[in-house]
C-alpha cells in the first residue's frame, strides 16, 4: 500500500524539526538585522546650490506629502507605504504594497 503524499505543511513542519546543520544554518539566518531604507523624494542638486545649503534651507523634494514611499534593502525594492505618524509623535510606515519577485530576481 503507498504512503500517502505529505501536504505542504506538514512538510514546513518537518523542515523546522529538522536539527541538521543546513536547517539550523536556514533558522540562524531569519536573525539576521539588514536595514530597511525608506525614500521619500529626490532632489538633483548642483555642487555650488549644495554648498549654498545652511541650516533653515528647504529642499523641495520630487513627491508629494501623500506619496506612497518606497522601501528599499541594499537598494532592491521591496516595498511601498505610506507615513503616519504613531500614537508618540514618531514618524512610522504603513505597508500598502508588497513587491513580488519575479523568478529572474531570485537568482
Known amino acids: 500500500m503507498a504512503l500517502p503524499d505529505k501536504a505542504p505543511a506538514d512538510t514546513a513542519a518537518d523542515e523546522r524539526r529538522d536539527a541538521s546543520g543546513r536547517n539550523a544554518l536556514r533558522r540562524s539566518i531569519y536573525s539576521v538585522p539588514v536595514t ?30 501623500d506619496d506612497p514611499v518606497d522601501l528599499t534593502i541594499e537598494n532592491r ?4 507605504g505610506e507615513l503616519v505618524e504613531t500614537g508618540d509623535g514618531q514618524i512610522a510606515v504603513k505597508i500598502i504594497e508588497i513587491i513580488e519577485r519575479t523568478p529572474d530576481e531570485n537568482a
Open 36 to 65: 530597511v531604507t525608506v525614500s521619500i523624494g529626490q532632489k538633483r542638486l548642483s555642487v555650488s546650490e549644495i554648498l549654498e545649503l545652511q541650516p533653515e534651507s528647504i529642499i523641495p523634494l520630487s513627491s508629494r506629502i
Open 77 to 80: 525594492l521591496i516595498a511601498r
